[in-house]
C-alpha cells in the first residue's frame, strides 16, 4: 500500500503569511495527487487535483505543485477563513490514502 | 447542483450489522465512481470503499475487506455500504463522496455529503 507522510502535523501562522504543507508519498504517485480542507464539524472540501489543478471556485492563493513522491500545498496569503485542516491524498492505486493532516492554527 | 445524502447511521453493538445509503442528484450517477471515506473522532480521513459506476468493479481497504460491501442502485441514484462484523474501532463520521477525473485521468472525490456517524459500542 502507499503511505502518504505530510508535514508539520500542525502549523501556527497569522492572517497574511505565506505557508506552505509537504506531503510525501512512499512510492512515485506520478500527478496522482489531491489536496483537500476541512473545517471542524464539515465535511472536506477539495482544493487541488491533479497535484496543481485549481478547482473551480478556490481561490487563486492556493497553489499545488510536484509530481513523483514529493508534492507542496501553497497559501500565498493567508486569510481568516483558511485555518483549518489540510489532508493530501494519492489516486495512484485504489487506496486513495490519505496524509494525516496538517492543522494550520492561528498564531 | 450536486448533492448527496447519506442515512442509516447509528448505535450498534459490536459484531453487528448496520447498511449505510447515500442518495445522489444533480449529476449522472451511473456515468461516475463513488466511495466511502470515514473519519474517527479528533481523528484523520481514511479511504474505505470505492465502486465504479457500473457496479462491476469495487475496492476496499484492507482495515474492512471481508467485513463491508460497497453497492449501488444506479436506477434510484443511491449508494450503499452494508457494514457486517462491526468493531469498536469502524465508530466514525462516514461520507460518500464523488469520484472526478482529470482530463489526464487524475482521480479525486469533488462532491461530499454531509456524513452520518456510526457508533459501535455495547
Known amino acids: 500500500d502507499i503511505q502518504m507522510t505530510q508535514s508539520p502535523s500542525s502549523l501556527s501562522a497569522s492572517v497574511g503569511d505565506r505557508v506552505t504543507i509537504t506531503c510525501r508519498a512512499s512510492?512515485?504517485?506520478?500527478?496522482?495527487l489531491n489536496w483537500y480542507q476541512q473545517k471542524p464539524g464539515k465535511a472536506p472540501k477539495l482544493l487541488i487535483y491533479a497535484a496543481s489543478s485549481l478547482q473551480s471556485g478556490v481561490p487563486s492563493r492556493f497553489s499545488g505543485s510536484g509530481s513523483g513522491t514529493d508534492f507542496t500545498l501553497t497559501i500565498s496569503s493567508l486569510q481568516p477563513e483558511d485555518f483549518a485542516t489540510y489532508y493530501c491524498?494519492?489516486?495512484?492505486?485504489?487506496?486513495?490514502?490519505f496524509g494525516q493532516g496538517t492543522k494550520l492554527d492561528i498564531k | 447542483e450536486v448533492q448527496l445524502l447519506e442515512s442509516g447511521g447509528g448505535l450498534v453493538q459490536p459484531g453487528g450489522s448496520l447498511r449505510l445509503s447515500c442518495a445522489a442528484s444533480g449529476f449522472t450517477f451511473s456515468s461516475y465512481a463513488m466511495s466511502w471515506v470515514r473519519q474517527a473522532p479528533g481523528k484523520g480521513l481514511e479511504w474505505v470503499s470505492a465502486i465504479s459506476g457500473s457496479g462491476g468493479s469495487t475496492y476496499y481497504a484492507d482495515s474492512v475487506k471481508g467485513r463491508f460491501t460497497i453497492s449501488r442502485d444506479n436506477s434510484k441514484n443511491t449508494l450503499y455500504l452494508q457494514m457486517n462484523s462491526l468493531r469498536a474501532e469502524d465508530t466514525a463520521v462516514y461520507y460518500c463522496a464523488k469520484v472526478g477525473i482529470a482530463v489526464t485521468y487524475e482521480a479525486f472525490f469533488d462532491y461530499w455529503g454531509q456524513g452520518t456517524l456510526v457508533t459501535v459500542s455495547s
Open positions: 491524498q494519492q489516486s495512484y492505486s485504489n487506496g486513495y490514502t
Open positions: 512510492q512515485s504517485i506520478s500527478s496522482y
